[in-house]
């Protein structure tokens, strides 16, 4: 499939590549990407999107799209989130370091936790939030950056996670 651009000076637009590209003005657009954790400890599990010119974010959402579970070691164990302007999801933050995932939890395949909605991947879970003045829009093209990180013991099953992040052209 051909990678298809939607553009407000030449409409839709196909070329070399995979994926849509909204650069349009008005539409909602998603962009997503999947991480697979490993129950390796304190790894960090970094990803990217790039956004058009103009965006402003509008939601992120992390779906659990195979089943993980933390440890039942201490209080620490968990998996954190962070969203930033930095390769490390810090800079300017968009999403501060957030445990969206605590000690002891099972979280089951289609648990959705998310900014618009608060909503939580399990009861006692923490829903990530933007940090108040976040640099939610760009008048430029621009990458943003996210990190997981398991944190303090192995997480007792693997998983995988998607980032959904939810944008309009304005």
Partial sequence: MPQIKITDSQGLVQSTGAGVIVES?????????????????????NGSIT?????????VAIICTDSLQTANTSNDDEIEF???????GSGQEII?????VERHK????????????ASLLLAG???????????????????????????????????AL????TYSVI
């Fill in 25 to 45: 003005k008005g539409l909602l657009c998603t962009t997503q990407e999947d991480k697979t954790i490993a129950v390796t400890v304190d790894t960090d599990y």
């Fill in 82 to 88: 962070r969203m930033g302007t930095n390769s490390n």
């Fill in 162 to 165: 998607k980032l959904v992040l």
């Fill in 125 to 159: 879970c923490v829903a990530p939030a933007f940090v108040a003045g976040a640099p939610l829009y760009s008048s430029t093209a621009r990458t943003i950056y996210y990190r997981y990180r398991v944190d303090n013991t192995a997480l007792v099953a693997a998983g």
């Fill in 51 to 59: 956004l058009p010119a103009g965006a402003m974010i509008e939601d």
């Fill in 96 to 100: 501060a370091l957030t445990e969206i």
């Fill in 106 to 117: 099972v979280i089951p395949v289609g648990a959705v936790t998310s900014v618009k909605n």
